[in-house]
């Protein structure tokens, strides 16, 4: 007997056969049908959320997790316009990305298409939703969406809504398909779908990431942690180290390219970290360091060996200082988690160094951190940011989304 | 303590943010000294491998696995001519794929670096040691061999030659780690490597690729079965049909990219199926097929339903009639494993339909599936054809043995 998740990957598949084939002008009026439907059913979803919030209340869920679920008026018109947004983005779908003729005349091309059936697990925030709806259905994907139990009704109206805006282009509704049963069994049972899912992209917390790529045998598109590192070198101008640690560490605590630690090169430390120290302290920060760094600034308490591999998503911050960009790059690859790290340095050679050696997704030199992000890349769209090698590394745009196939022409070639 | 895997992980680790460094010149002078040193203690690696091979006889090993086993002074040098052939290659390290400059004066740019530890599974053959490493080394990666415990002296006395090899170069020999201790336990810590070993490739048959997908923890590229089918539609050419099919089929029996199955159009069966069964029975190759087919040729025997799904790998074909091309493709999708599949037509629809609709790594128009090869497609060098949709599809040269890093260049930017 096929169960309820067979079920699902078995309809998202024989939909991800239509979304395969679908021009990307339908695709577009899609996306703009599905907009206008959230933005007509806002009350409905309203209602239905209303209902995930009243639960998490009497359960005494926190406030900050209460603030993600919490949808309103403004919230569903941002969902809408992220459709729109995705609908005006270029698809990636059908490009050749080459094409070349061999010395027997076989044409041989390699052209990007969907991946099939993608699914993502998410918890509590019902926007992503919508979003991953998005991002699924331009690069010609079927979604299988699986949300937190928190949000399931407002989950429930919000792929109520996308189906209505489907059903009005004639588009096929299992094109976006909710797991409604959110028992963890039927979440295990989606991590074993090889060959009936072709990727999971998990979206939220460290603990989820964690569970999803340890027990699937789907291939995981990991996003992540990020413990981001400033290394200001010798040469650093010390008013542009500072701007660029104290905006690398508090223009939004919380994310995950902000700065969760600061190396400075020992030259430059008695000059730079004062300075640094007033900033971060304007905006609260607890600075641990080690104890050269607590011999520059009575602000600094000490850090423990925990906290060079800590990331605290908070106003805390680590400093280490160090005597050689040698020094700094060893403690940066063996403590980061290959997010973001930035020096800042006049250098040259130091520049490129740091740049060579750093194992990271994006490795920056005299900027903040806080650019890791499809939208800053210029992508218009991000998925998440991959602290993975395989497949797509940080920012995310659509093209994640997308595999490639091989196409030859011929005229009767065999092999000799 | 730290377990020999994890020293393993902990040497080839540090070995790699070596390798990443090293110019192209000295990754091919290290090459050209390990493929000498190969062709001159050839005499010591064949008497190890005499070693395996009298183990395996005595233990009444199949003829056909003692073939793949056994060295010989041409097998040596075939090996050292194929790191030879790696050293001629382009090296991909280093390729920037772009850089923009986006509105805030940021240079963002993709540039191609190598995935860090590359860890390798595979079975009896020996020259696999020699390839995997020569490929991995190219790419700037640190190679963590583990091959069969059957070919464990001539893998040892491989990896010897090798060391001694990067040891005349001054290179560090950690940069190939063979997996000396081939017990399930070293095998099974090896798959849950998360975060040490950057990527597995296993190579070999179906149960060791199942069994490294179905329980790693590390990212796979899973290269694999070639359940590969052509389709001779209404229109086709018959003798060119009758042709690609013998090629496909008979050409070279048991290798993935091997035509399996059969699927022929209703309305060109009675013309092109006895051209195909004379030039299949000159090969011996036993043809089963459905009760239509069976109507047309005499020397075809009954398919069952698991003829459809099965990669025989031997002289042995199935063979179904369709009425249309919607049919044939939904049954070619509904039973192959993404490797290769073929048209035969001359209908400019239809080729472009089943290019189209087929969801294979390679999709072929009136050619034989037995190109699906990293040399055929002009590539140098072949880690393997893979058969997933992450990272790398179809026949994989060097390229897929490296990742990207984002590098930023900016001038004191924050965000705002």
Redesign the interface.
């Known amino acids: 007997m096929e169960s309820y998740m067979e079920m699902l990957a078995r309809l998202a598949k024989e939909a991800s ?1 239509t979304a ?2 679908l021009r990307t002008d339908d695709k577009n009026r899609g996306l703009l049908a599905v907009a206008d439907e959230l933005a007509a059913q806002q009350e409905m979803i309203l209602e239905e959320n209303a209902k995930d919030v009243e639960a998490a209340q009497a359960k005494g869920t926190k406030q900050s997790l209460i603030d993600r679920l919490a949808l309103s008026e403004k919230r569903i018109e941002d969902m809408a316009e992220g459709l729109r947004q995705i609908a005006a983005l270029e698809d990636p779908i059908g490009e050749v990305l080459y094409m ?1 003729t ?1 010395p027997n005349g ?1 044409r ?1 091309g390699q052209k990007r298409v969907p ?2 059936v993608v699914g993502i697990i998410y918890e509590s925030r019902p926007n992503v939703t919508a979003d991953a709806f998005g991002l699924c259905f331009k690069t010609g994907n079927a979604a299988i969406l699986r949300g937190g139990s928190d949000a399931i009704h407002s989950n429930q109206a919000i792929v109520r809504a996308i189906k209505a805006g489907l059903r009005k282009v004639k588009l096929s509704q299992d094109l976006v398909l909710l797991v409604e049963d959110t028992s963890r069994d039927v979440v295990n049972e989606m991590m074993k779908m ?1 060959g009936m899912i ?2 999971l992209i998990p979206r939220g917390g460290a603990g989820l990431i964690a569970n999803v ?2 027990n699937s ?1 789907v ?3 990991e996003t992540g942690t990020g413990n981001c590192h400033v290394y200001v070198d010798a040469s650093a ?1 010390s008013g ?1 180290a500072a ?2 640690v ?3 560490k508090t ?1 939004r605590m919380g994310v995950c390219n902000a700065c969760e630690s600061l190396v400075i090169h020992s030259d430059a430390a008695g000059e730079v970290l004062p300075k640094i120290v007033t900033k971060l302290k304007r905006h609260d920060v607890e600075i641990r360091g080690d104890e050269r760094a607590q011999a520059i600034s009575p602000e600094i308490v000490p850090a423990s060996e925990e906290d060079w591999g800590t990331e605290y998503l908070d106003a805390i911050i680590s400093v280490k200082i160090v005597d050689s960009i040698d020094e700094a790059i060893a403690h940066i ?1 063996k403590y980061n988690t290959g997010h973001s790290e930035s020096i800042v340095t006049k250098d040259y050679d130091n ?1 490129l160094k740091f ?3 750093i ?10 951190t ?3 992000d499809g939208f ?3 992508f218009g769209a991000e998925i998440g940011i991959s602290t ?4 797509a ?3 995310m745009g659509l093209k994640a989304l997308t ?13 000799k």
Chains 1, 2 share one sequence.
């Open positions: 056969r395969a084939k070349k061999r076989l041989i991946l099939g090889h072709d990727v790529v340890q045998t291939p995981v598109i101008d542009m701007d660029i104290e905006n690398a223009q690859n520049a740049q060579d050696e194992d990271a997704a994006a490795v920056y030199v005299n900027a903040s806080r650019f890791t800053e890349f210029g993975q090698k395989l497949h590394r940080g920012p595999t490639t196939k091989y196409i030859i022409f011929g005229n009767g070639q065999v092999r």
